[in-house]
């Protein structure tokens, strides 16, 4: 046999750096940050209902610029799980209950791959809506107000639609400045 095939065996998927990440045993992947910005740059905000692409990775830096100080990587990395289980929209998540559990368990491992204990911080999950009220109409061209950010003021953020390529290159600058 050929040592140099993989054999997939479960569910798994292949990533861009050639290892696999196992769903069942996602804390034997062998995944890298690399893997993380390349996922995150493929992968529109709102299943892609918006005027122009805008990826979860440029989200994610923008998030990092917007949280109080000490909180900067972990919004970066909030969204990092998505690079593998995908970015699936709330109202969808509420009709799926075992893939909330598989997300949970992808969140754990890729959250302390980097250093980063779950739950996420209110100070990151307050960013997070506060973005998300302003990328609603921003990203999408909607204008109605959504019950989960109707008590939240915008915050102030210019989406500038980087192409995944930019996404990716953003998103790995800012990791490692945050690495330092």
């Given at each position: ?121 209110p100070q990151v999950k307050l960013t997070d809506l506060k973005m998300l009220r302003a990328e609603q109409v921003k990203?999408t061209g909607n204008q109605d107000v959504w019950p989960i950010v109707a008590e939240l003021n915008a915050t102030d ?24």
């Amino acid at each position: 046999m050929n040592e140099k095939v993989k054999h997939i065996v479960g569910p798994t998927i292949a990533l861009h750096s050639g290892s696999y990440f196992d769903f069942e045993d996602p804390e034997s992947s062998n995944f890298t940050i690399d893997d993380v910005a390349h996922g995150l740059s493929q992968i529109c905000r709102f299943t892609g209902q918006c005027k122009r692409f805008y990826s979860v990775a440029e989200h994610s830096v923008h998030a990092s610029h917007n949280v109080p100080a000490g909180f900067e990587m972990e919004a970066l990395m909030h969204d990092a799980p998505e690079a593998f289980v995908g970015d699936i929209s709330k109202p969808l998540k509420t009709l799926l209950p075992d893939y909330k559990i598989i997300e949970d368990r992808a969140e754990a491992v890729v959250l302390a791959r980097f250093g980063i204990t779950p739950p996420l911080s209110p100070q990151v999950k307050l960013t997070d809506l506060k973005m998300l009220r302003a990328e609603q109409v921003k990203a999408t061209g909607n204008q109605d107000v959504w019950p989960i950010v109707a008590e939240l003021n915008a915050t102030d953020i210019t989406l500038e639609f980087w192409q995944p390529e930019e996404a990716k290159r953003r998103f790995l600058e800012r990791f490692y400045e945050l690495s330092t």
